[in-house]
């Protein structure tokens, strides 16, 4: 199994900054990406970032220019660094690792429970 431990959460005012930390432990043979996902209420889950393994990056339209994520390979560890939030960030943010636990297995995704983020104007 693969646990993904999620932290950095909170409450911040518009204008304000955080860091959300992701680590990936457990039986985990290859990981093709890591990302952030968040899901508001009333709203279905949406892709924030994510990082592929060998670089490339990926990140909604919403968050350009004011997010940035980050991966460390040899930890398994993803972090997202928020600025210039806005209300509208406000959300449950889910870290996600899109990969195989064994040679065999098949491609799965897996979830952290979710970290608050609310974002106050």
């Known amino acids: 199994q693969v646990q993904l431990a999620e932290s950095g959460g909170g409450l911040v005012q518009a204008g304000g900054s955080l860091r959300l930390s992701c680590a990936a432990s457990g039986s985990i043979f290859r990981i093709n990406a890591m990302g952030w996902y968040r899901q508001a209420p009333g709203k279905q889950r949406e892709l924030v970032a994510a990082i592929i393994s060998g670089g490339p990056t990926n990140y909604a339209d919403s968050v350009k220019g004011r997010f940035t994520i980050s991966r460390d390979n040899a930890k398994n560890t993803v972090d997202l660094q928020m600025s210039s939030l806005i209300p509208e960030d406000t959300a449950v943010y889910y870290c996600?690792?899109?990969?195989?636990?064994?040679?065999?297995?098949?491609?799965?995704?897996?979830w952290g429970q979710g970290t608050q983020v609310t974002v106050s104007s």
């Open positions: 996600n690792l899109n990969g195989r636990t064994r040679s065999w297995a098949t491609i799965g995704d897996y």
